[in-house]
């Protein structure tokens, strides 16, 4: 079975301009994670879904950042518009749970705004 | 304060050391994760805790609960050894219920 499915892998964007990233987790998996990484950093939680329910955003930028998790299955995240800040590493991870359960993680997709 | 503290934050060891990478939590827990990453971003999980020691080939991990603190050993180190090592802890309480809570990760680099 695939894992966490994401892409694109890479992405360089001019600043101001709009991206997104897509994920697909492991079938079944009700808890889905975007986190950001930046270098020489560990992840930092943007959003947390649980099925189509985001039960935890507080670390998500809503003026340029948005999640959406249709059906509760594929997730995509976009910023609009990027700024040179913005550049990192962008993970989904999904588990089956919270409690007890272990996360799986996408490889990422590297984002460079320039 | 950070969370979760990982020592040593780089790590450069020759082949066929054993490797020691050291994690602390100040919250409580119902899971931690030892995670590899390697260069290119993908993390794959290694090991979840939540108590004792779990053994997988060359890796073990342990974890102490009374004292919030956990290691990961690697036995006769190999240079494929070599990525930034991440422990992440699944927090219980307050608004972070259920979240991964990151260390900053531990670079090891094992030469030949």
């Known amino acids: 079975e695939a894992g966490v499915v994401q892409s694109p892998r890479y992405k360089i964007i001019e600043k101001k301009q709009p991206v997104a990233f897509w994920c697909n987790p492991i079938s079944g998996h009700n808890t889905l994670y975007w986190y950001r990484q930046n270098l020489g950093q560990g992840p930092e939680l943007l959003i947390r879904?649980?099925?189509?329910?985001?039960?935890?955003d507080s670390q998500l930028p809503k003026d340029r950042f948005s999640a959406e998790r249709l059906k509760g299955v594929d997730s995509t995240l976009k910023i609009q518009p990027a700024e040179l800040g913005d550049s990192a590493v962008y993970l989904c991870a999904s588990s089956l749970g919270q409690v007890g359960t272990e996360a799986f993680f996408g490889q990422g997709t590297r984002l460079t705004v320039v | 304060k950070n969370e979760v503290e990982q020592s040593p934050q780089n790590l450069t060891a020759q082949e066929g050391e054993f490797i020691t990478i050291n994690c602390s939590y100040s919250v409580g827990i119902s899971a931690l994760h030892w995670l590899q990453q390697h260069p290119g971003g993908g993390i794959v999980s290694l090991f979840m805790l939540s108590s004792g020691k779990k053994k997988h080939g060359r890796l073990i991990a342990t974890i102490n609960i009374q004292e919030k603190h956990s290691s990961l050993h690697i036995t006769a180190s190999h240079p494929r050894d070599s990525a930034v090592y991440i422990c992440?802890?699944?927090?219980?309480?307050?608004?972070?219920?259920?979240?991964?809570?990151f260390g900053k990760g531990t670079k090891l680099s094992v030469k030949p």
């Open positions: 879904y649980e099925n189509e329910e985001a039960v935890d």
């Open positions: 992440a802890v699944r927090s219980v309480y307050g608004g972070s219920q259920g979240n991964l809570i």
